[in-house]
């Protein structure tokens, strides 16, 4: 599986912003899909999760009311839409698969269970 994010760039503080990440290959093998992001210096971090059915989503505490994870399964398609960007959520953002279908805290908000990963695209905020 091969996952492919764009839509970052430049925004000031308050503005919205939507990332997708489009997914190839074998796609059939994905059940959740998740966003992460990393600031300079900083841990990458966990922002938000959706199953492949769509029913599912979780999100950072950080993000949460903010940030919204969706899915288009037919388009192999995901996005996160960001909304009242502020200064704290400047990052590289990366989109990730997994094939496990486990849902629970730890099976799906850390870096080390994503099998598969895109290459990240940046975002910067001016305040």
């Known amino acids: 599986v091969q996952l492919q994010a764009s839509g970052g760039g430049l925004v000031q503080n308050g503005d919205s912003l939507r990332l997708s990440c489009v997914a190839s290959?074998?796609?059939?093998?994905?059940?959740?899909m998740g966003w992460f992001r990393q600031a300079p210096g900083k841990e990458r971090e966990f922002v938000a999760a959706?199953?492949?059915?769509?029913?599912?989503?979780l999100y950072a505490d950080s993000v949460k009311g903010r940030f919204a994870i969706s899915k288009d399964a037919l388009k192999n398609t995901g996005w996160l839409q960001m909304n009242h960007i502020n200064p704290g959520d400047a990052a590289v953002y990366y989109c990730?698969?997994?094939?496990?279908?486990?849902?629970?805290?730890?099976?799906?908000?850390?870096?080390?269970?994503?099998?598969?990963w895109g290459q990240g695209t940046l975002v910067t905020v001016s305040s």
């Open positions: 990730a698969a997994k094939r496990s279908a486990e849902w629970s805290s730890g099976a799906v908000d850390v870096p080390s269970v994503y099998t598969y």
């Open positions: 959706i199953g492949w059915n769509g029913i599912n989503t």
């Open positions: 290959g074998q796609t059939l093998s994905v059940s959740v």
